[in-house]
């Protein structure tokens, strides 16, 4: 008797169960609002210290970083609305949430690389901040644990969006590396130049997530959603996202 070939495996995290009971679903929301509660405030913080931080010591790579964390504050709150009252059982508002998520990469990239750029010709020569130092400390931290939560509570709700936001806590904590490295380099070793550097890498990375959470990154998420509403579950690989 010839062996049966075994079925190729699933590109992406495991599928949510299709039939995720409504109260699970509920408490899982609930822990994704809670957490996004939590990004909110500390991007609330973390912005204004770098962006302040950054502004007195003319250092890109810092007011780059600022904005940053308040377009990722932007992030939690789409999130916040996407799972409050009757969105938080609407594919529609899922969808809608995804793409508002994914724009936030793009909000950034245009004026931190311009600057960079303009640094760089310029030769401009940012003071040392240890205030900045200290902040890429904590989100080095603190950002990866907030991502790590998020990004497995999004495969259990089959929400990109949620993945997306996650997404964007760890980009914040890679960020926050390359900007201690940056921040480090120019008060131990003057290396200036180092600054609009990591600037650049901060917008080059910001359009590449943009897009792949446009185009859905764990996109191969089975939604729940459907099994509540009687909607028609549309493919988990459109777009070729799952290529």
């Known amino acids: 008797m010839t062996p049966t070939a075994p079925a190729s495996l699933p590109l992406g995290p ?3 169960e299709a039939g995720l009971p409504r109260s699970e679903y509920e408490q899982l929301a609930r822990r994704v609002k809670l957490l996004s509660w939590l990004s909110l405030g500390w991007m609330t913080i973390e912005g204004a210290v770098a962006i ?3 502004i007195l010591a003319g250092s890109i790579a810092l007011i780059g970083f600022g904005i940053d964390s308040a377009i990722e504050g932007l992030a939690s709150v789409i999130i916040i609305w996407r799972f409050t009252g009757a969105r938080v059982f609407s594919q529609a508002a899922e969808t809608r949430a995804q793409k508002l998520v994914a724009i936030q990469f793009f909000l950034l990239a245009p004026y931190v690389g311009v600057e960079s750029i303009r640094a760089l010709v310029g030769g401009e020569h940012p003071d040392v901040s240890y205030i900045g130092i200290g902040l890429s400390i904590g989100s080095i931290v603190f950002m990866p644990m907030l991502g790590i939560a998020k990004q497995r509570l999004a495969d259990q709700l089959g929400s990109a969006a949620t993945k997306g ?3 964007q806590n760890m980009l914040c904590a890679y960020l926050a590396g390359a900007l201690l490295v940056g921040l480090l ?3 131990l070793l003057g290396a200036w130049w180092l600054d609009p550097v990591v600037g650049l890498l901060i917008a080059g990375v910001a359009v590449r997530e943009g897009f792949e959470s446009w185009h859905g990154e764990g996109c191969c998420v089975e939604s729940p959603l459907p099994a509540f509403e009687g909607e028609a579950q549309e493919s988990a690989c459109k777009d ?3 290529d």
Request: one cysteine or more.
């Open 52 to 54: 302040t931080a950054g």
């Open 165 to 167: 936001e996650g997404r």
């Open 185 to 187: 380099g120019n008060a």
């Open 240 to 242: 070729r996202c799952c």
């Open 14 to 16: 495991a599928p949510a």
